[in-house]
């Protein structure tokens, strides 16, 4: 049974190597990766993880992270130290930018 799994994201990980797919597409395939690695192996556990690390990625991982992660398909011990530098993923929305050019402060 093991061995299947491994070949599924095995197989899941070459499809978002690949440069023909979509940014929905990667994210996929990386957080198959990632909740593969930091869950049991319980497909209602694993499916409700990926749903949710794919609306927080937004779909947004760049090449160097989705390499960095199918890299570490069978290291799940050093995914995280090793690529989060590289995925620069913030759990926290950035600040707000003040708008020099709003309306001037009231008096």
Same mark, same amino acid.
């Given at each position: 049974?093991?061995?299947?799994?491994?070949?599924?994201?095995?197989?899941?990980?070459?499809?978002?190597?690949?440069?023909?797919?979509?940014?929905?597409?990667?994210?996929?395939?990386?957080?198959?990766?990632?909740?593969?690695?930091?869950?049991?192996?319980?497909?209602?556990?694993?499916?409700?993880?990926?749903?949710?690390?794919?609306?927080?990625?937004?779909?947004?991982?760049?090449?160097?992270?989705?390499?960095?992660?199918?890299?570490?398909?069978?290291?799940?011990?050093?995914?995280?130290?090793?690529?989060? $530098? +590289?995925? /620069?993923?913030?759990? %926290? @929305? *950035?600040? $707000? +930018?003040? /708008?020099?050019?709003? %309306? @001037? *402060?009231?008096?």
């Amino acid at each position: 049974m093991r061995g299947i799994r491994l070949a599924g994201l095995l197989a899941l990980v070459a499809s978002f190597a690949a440069c023909d797919s979509t940014p929905l597409e990667r994210a996929s395939a990386s957080c198959t990766v990632i909740c593969g690695c930091f869950l049991p192996p319980v497909p209602s556990q694993q499916e409700e993880c990926i749903t949710e690390c794919i609306g927080d990625l937004g779909g947004f991982l760049s090449e160097e992270c989705t390499s960095c992660i199918a890299g570490h398909v069978n290291q799940c011990s050093t995914l995280e130290i090793d690529c989060e $530098p +590289i995925c /620069d993923i913030d759990d %926290d @929305p *950035p600040p $707000p +930018i003040d /708008d020099p050019v709003g %309306d @001037p *402060p009231m008096l």
